[in-house]
């Protein structure tokens, strides 16, 4: 694996991002986190500063008050400095929480992993029904994200995935009803005992969502509209003209145009023309082809779920839902 994906473990079908040891059966909570190169924990240290006295010689070391550096045990690995009052929730703390979901036969532990050196844990569960959208499957998954960095909460939000071409579909597509989080306070066990009610707040996203996702497969989507739609999915104004926009995001757009036709599951009779079909081009193009900044393995991914990706993906649900 490289620097940017440390270890990850997949069991089922090949990730849409190919990355990952394969598992020949579904994982527990235990194995999924060795599995997943996660049996790790983080700590806080105190943070030190020296002085220099006029000949040269280093004075007396002084604490910094306030703040800690936030950083991996057993390589000494530093995230981040953060303040004191902030509180780790450890991988086998965030597994707990996760098992403690989606436990007893509820879902089956798919895939899980860290990113940007262990600054970023996920695991993602598989829920065992679907949703069938124009003779289509849409599997349900649950998605666990912690950062050790300090830049973001423990969090749990649903991505439903088209079966046919595996695309993720969305990561966050109404906040009020698709995330569950949990600061990095010691305040933090107070929601943490609130996890039982995560599956009912994802069965009711779901049921919205499908209801969107029907909405956008019965709506046709007007070829003069294309332009307009990618214009809003790259955060232009919808009114710009194609030579105004930045050339290599011409490129995307042109590449999107070409998923339309040639796209994965794109040959399903009942979708040609439809809003959701242009949705699921931008999906597969933001998963399969897009280019992040970063060239370490696993950006991609990273971007696509946690990133700028995933915001393309936002945009363009947010448009073809509104016009």
């Given at each position: 694996?490289?620097a940017n994906?440390e270890?990850?473990?997949?069991?089922?079908?090949t990730?849409?991002?190919g990355l990952?040891i394969?598992?020949?059966h579904?994982?527990?909570?235990?194995?999924?986190l060795?599995?997943?190169?996660?049996?790790?924990?983080?700590?806080?240290t105190?943070?030190?500063m020296?002085d220099?006295?006029?000949d040269?010689?280093?004075c007396d070391?002084?604490e910094i008050?306030v703040?800690q550096?936030l950083?991996r045990?057993h390589?000494r690995?530093v995230y981040?400095?953060?303040?004191?009052r902030?509180?780790?929730?450890q991988?086998?703390?965030?597994?707990?929480l996760?098992d403690?979901?989606v436990?007893?036969g509820?879902a089956i532990?798919?895939t899980?992993?860290s990113?940007?050196d262990g600054?970023?844990?996920?695991?993602?569960?598989?829920l065992n029904d679907s949703i069938g959208?124009?003779g289509?499957q849409?599997?349900?998954?649950?998605c666990?994200?912690?950062?050790?960095?300090?830049?973001s909460?423990?969090?749990?939000?649903w991505t439903?995935?088209?079966v046919?071409?595996?695309?993720t579909?969305?990561?966050a597509l109404?906040r009020a009803?698709?995330?569950?989080y949990?600061?990095?306070?010691?305040?933090?066990?107070?929601r943490?005992?609130?996890?039982?009610?995560i599956?009912g707040?994802?069965?009711k996203f779901y049921?919205?969502w499908?209801?969107?996702?029907?909405f956008?497969a019965?709506?046709q989507?007007?070829?003069?509209?294309?332009?307009?739609?990618?214009n809003a999915a790259?955060?232009y104004?919808?009114?710009?003209k194609?030579?105004?926009?930045?050339?290599p995001?011409?490129?995307?757009?042109v590449?999107i145009?070409?998923l339309?036709v040639?796209?994965?599951?794109?040959?399903?009779?009942?979708?040609q023309?439809?809003k959701?079909q242009?949705?699921?081009?931008?999906?597969?193009?933001?998963?399969?082809?897009?280019i992040?900044?970063?060239?370490?393995?696993?950006?991609r991914l990273?971007?696509a779920w946690f990133?700028?990706?995933a915001q393309?993906?936002?945009?363009t649900?947010?448009?073809l839902?509104?016009?």
């Amino acid at each position: 694996m490289s620097a940017n994906v440390e270890n990850m473990f997949y069991y089922g079908e090949t990730p849409w991002h190919g990355l990952g040891i394969e598992l020949d059966h579904p994982a527990t909570a235990k194995e999924a986190l060795i599995a997943g190169g996660l049996d790790w924990e983080v700590e806080l240290t105190s943070i030190y500063m020296s002085d220099y006295i006029d000949d040269g010689r280093m004075c007396d070391m002084q604490e910094i008050p306030v703040y800690q550096a936030l950083r991996r045990k057993h390589d000494r690995r530093v995230y981040n400095i953060v303040k004191d009052r902030y509180n780790p929730i450890q991988n086998k703390q965030a597994f707990d929480l996760f098992d403690g979901v989606v436990g007893e036969g509820q879902a089956i532990y798919h895939t899980a992993g860290s990113l940007k050196d262990g600054a970023t844990i996920f695991i993602l569960a598989k829920l065992n029904d679907s949703i069938g959208i124009k003779g289509e499957q849409i599997d349900k998954y649950v998605c666990l994200a912690n950062s050790h960095d300090g830049t973001s909460a423990l969090q749990m939000f649903w991505t439903p995935i088209r079966v046919v071409c595996v695309n993720t579909l969305a990561m966050a597509l109404s906040r009020a009803t698709n995330k569950f989080y949990t600061k990095h306070t010691k305040r933090y066990q107070d929601r943490m005992d609130r996890a039982k009610e995560i599956l009912g707040f994802a069965n009711k996203f779901y049921d919205d969502w499908k209801k969107k996702a029907q909405f956008l497969a019965e709506h046709q989507l007007p070829p003069a509209d294309m332009p307009l739609l990618l214009n809003a999915a790259f955060g232009y104004d919808v009114g710009l003209k194609m030579e105004e926009v930045y050339k290599p995001v011409q490129e995307e757009m042109v590449k999107i145009n070409q998923l339309m036709v040639s796209g994965r599951g794109m040959d399903n009779p009942a979708i040609q023309g439809t809003k959701w079909q242009a949705y699921n081009a931008v999906a597969e193009y933001v998963d399969y082809y897009r280019i992040p900044k970063s060239k370490k393995e696993g950006a991609r991914l990273d971007a696509a779920w946690f990133g700028s990706g995933a915001q393309i993906k936002q945009r363009t649900w947010n448009y073809l839902l509104r016009n």
